[in-house]
DNA sequence: CCGGCATGCGTACAGTGTTCGCATCGAAGG
DNA sequence: CCTTCGATGCGAACACTGTACGCATGCCGG
C-alpha cells in the first residue's frame, strides 16, 4: 500500500498478473480453441461442453472465443472437419484389391466414430452438409478409389456403404454414450439391463432369444466388430454384382 | 362486485376460470402430452420444444408437465415411441416375397423418419436403446419377416439393412433439417450454397462433377427416393447370396 | 363432514448461448 | 517519443433452458 503511486493509471495487481499470463499461452487462436474443444468433448460427452467450460480451460473468459469463433454451432463444425483428419483412405493401385481398400476406408470412419462417439449426436443433427477441407479430402478419395475400382456409378456407391457405415457407427456410439454415462462397465451394465429388456420382449416370440446371447456380456466389442463386418461384407458383395464384366 | 359472498372462500373470477377449464380440456395425460410434444417437433423441430412452451400448449404450467413425466429425455422416449407406431411392416406369406415385404418395411421407416426430422436427432444421441412397446413390435415383425424368408441369422440381416437404413434416413433429414432452417425452397438454397461448395471442392477432381448435377436441382425429392432404391436393392442383393440353397 | 391424496403451478436456482461496451495492448505513423 | 488505431480479451447483462421445492386446490373414500 504505498501511497506515492498513481493508483488509479495502473493497478499494481492487474499488471503483475497480465505480464505474466501473455507470454504464458500463445495467446487464443482458431486452432487451439478447436483442439481443446475436441478434448472436452472427447473427455465429457457432448453436453458437457459449455462455451464458458471451454474457456475456462484456456484460462480466458467465455466471450473472449467470440473472437475467433462465430457460435458454437460453427465450432462443432470445426470440431468435426478437425476429427475428420484422422480418417485414413488407401489409394488403389492394383483395381482387383479394391474390396480391402474400401474395407480399410469403412473401418477408419467407424473407428473415428467411435474414437468421439459425440461425432453422432452432431451428424444426427447436421449431417455431412460441412463443406470443411477435411471432410472434402476424405470424400474426394473415396470418389477416387471408387471410380479406379471400376465402378460405373461412383457417386451412388460411395453413398451406398457411406449409409451404412454411418448407420452402424452412429447406433453403436450412442450404445456406447449410454452405458458410459451409467458410470458402470458394459457387462454390468448390459446385466442391469436384462431385466427390463427381457419383460419388454415378453410375448415377442422372435424377440426372445435376442437377449439372451451370452456373447454380449463376455466380450462384447468382439461382437460388435463381427456385427460391423459381416454388414460390410453384404454390402460389398452386392456392390461386386454392379461391377462391369 | 357483491359484498355479500365470502370472498376468501370463493373469489370469483378464479372459479369463472376454473370452471370453463376443467371440463373444456381431458385435463393433463401422459398420453396428451406426448401426443402434443410429436406435434411441436413436427412443427417447429427438435430445439423448439421447451417445457414451458409445451405446458403452454397444453393450457398448463411449465411445471405442472412434471407429474406425468419424469424427464425432458423420457418425454423424448416416449416421443419416439410414439412415431414408432406409424411403421408399418407387412407379414410374409410366400417366402419368397421377402424382397419386396423387406422393402416396404425400410421404406416405411425412412417415411417417418422424413416426416419427423427431430427422429435422426434422438437416435444419435440414444440410439436404439430405447424399450418402448412400438419399437419392440416393430422389432419382432422385422425378425418374423427374416425367419420367415429363411436368413440363417435373422438378427445379422436386420442389423444390416437397418444400419443402411438409419444412415441414408439420418442423412436426409439432417439435410432436410438444414434446408427447412434457412427458410428458403431446397432449390433456392442449393443454388445458393452452390459457389461454396464449387471453391470447397477445387482441386478435388474426383469432387468437381458432383455439385453439377442439374436433378439435384429440378426433382431432389426424385432423386433421393431412387438413390434410397439403388442402395437398399444394393444390400438386398448382398443378402440374398447368404440365402441358403 | 372431513382427512388424505393426487394434481396443478409460482417461485427459484443454476446454467446456457450470445450481445454490448469498455479496457487494454502491440504496432504503425507523425 | 508520443499518439492514434485496430485487434483482442472480458465483465455484465439478457433471454432462455430444465428442473426441485413447497404451497394451494380439487376430488374421493371413510
Redesign the interface.
Known sequence: MPPKAKPAATPLPSVWAREQRTPDQPALSRAAIVREAVAMLDADG?EALSMRKLGARLNAGATSLYRHVATKDELMELAVDEVAAEIRVPELQDGAAWRAAVTEAAAGFRATALRHPWL??????????Y???NL??Y??RL??LF?AAGFPE????I??V???????S??????L??VARSGETEATFIARLMP??QQ??AG????AG?YTDAAAITDPVALRDE?FR??L???????A??LPK
Open positions: 457432448i453422432s449426436s452432431v451428424l444426427g443433427q447436421a449431417g455431412l452438409a463443406l470443411g477441407p472434402m479430402t470424400s474426394e470418389a477416387a471410380t461412383p457417386s451412388r456407391a453413398d451406398t457411406l449409409s451404412y457405415v454411418i448407420g452402424m452412429t447406433t453403436e456410439a450412442a450404445w454414450t449410454t427390463a429388456a419388454a420382449a415377442h416370440e422372435h424377440l435376442s456385427k459381416y454388414g461384407a453384404v454390402v460389398l458383395d452386392g456392390l454384382l454392379r
